[in-house]
T-cell receptor
Framework: QLQLVESGGGVVQSGTSLRLSCVAS????????MHWVRQAPGKGLEWVAV????????DYAESVKGRFTISRDNSKNTLYLQMNSLRVEDTGVYYC??????????????RGQGTLVIVSS | QPVLTQPPSVSAAPGHEVAISCSGS????????VSWYQQLPGAAPRVLIY???HRPSGIPDRFSGSKSGTSATLGITGLQTGDEADYYC???????????FGGGTKLTVL
């Protein structure tokens, strides 16, 4: 059964750092691109970053570029998001998602419950 | 302001059908594939459609996706009260080199 388990969220002060993890199971992790998508309280979905299956190609939303780093360890079936210089506006639930398509890197298959990040001023 | 434009809300009666639109431009929908997501109250999103019209296993054929030019549509037939949720479209934006989502559409089944 395909599963993604996010962890690492918490309450932190602005300007500090946090690292999120996402452990995958039930599919061939090393053959899928992976996303981080976040959702501020009461707001819509906001894409954060994507990493291709080999880990060599990454893209970021403008709002996090230079502060966040997406990475993966295919030997551990784990996706990471290193978040530095956190801002209040980074508050929200962070979901990892698998890219299910062979032809479109943008699609996202959410299989976890997310992890909540709260950044206080 | 989301890059993709969706109506904030739609409503229809049980058993009826509804279409949710998603409008973009040539830098996103016009030249890339579209996905659709459902988010039930208090739950994580789930993908309903990807590659414009492909349903993952387990998604009922009451849900369908189509694309024409710079717009896309999610169709839902045989509406059920359990379909009440927020629905989002998403696609790649070539100019932004990233994924963009619509602002979401709240579906009410009256």
């Amino acid at each position: 059964q395909l599963q993604l388990v996010e962890s690492g969220g918490g309450v932190v002060q602005s300007g500090t750092s946090l690292r999120l993890s996402c452990v995958a199971s039930g599919f061939s992790f090393s053959t899928n691109g992976m996303h981080w998508v976040r959702q501020a309280p009461g707001k819509g979905l906001e894409w954060v970053a994507v990493i291709r299956n080999d880990g060599n190609s990454k893209d970021y939303a403008e709002s996090v570029k230079g502060r966040f780093t997406i990475s993966r360890d295919n030997s551990k079936n784990t996706l990471y998001l290193q978040m530095n210089s956190l801002r209040v506006e980074d508050t929200g639930v962070y979901y990892c998602a698998r890219n299910p398509s062979r032809i479109d890197i943008a699609s996202a298959d959410f299989r976890g419950q997310g992890t909540l990040v709260i950044v206080s001023s | 302001q989301p890059v993709l434009t969706q109506p904030p809300s739609v409503s229809a009666a049980p058993g009826h059908e509804v279409a949710i639109s998603c409008s973009g431009s040539n830098s996103n929908i016009g030249n890339n594939y579209v996905s659709w997501y459902q988010q039930l109250p208090g739950a994580a999103p789930r993908v309903l459609i990807y590659d414009n019209n492909h349903r993952p296993s387990g998604i009922p054929d009451r849900f369908s996706g189509s694309k024409s030019g710079t717009s896309a549509t999610l169709g839902i037939t045989g509406l059920q009260t359990g379909d009440e949720a927020d629905y989002y479209c998403g696609t790649w934006d070539t100019s932004l080199s990233g994924v963009v989502f619509g602002g979401g559409t709240k579906l009410t089944v009256l």
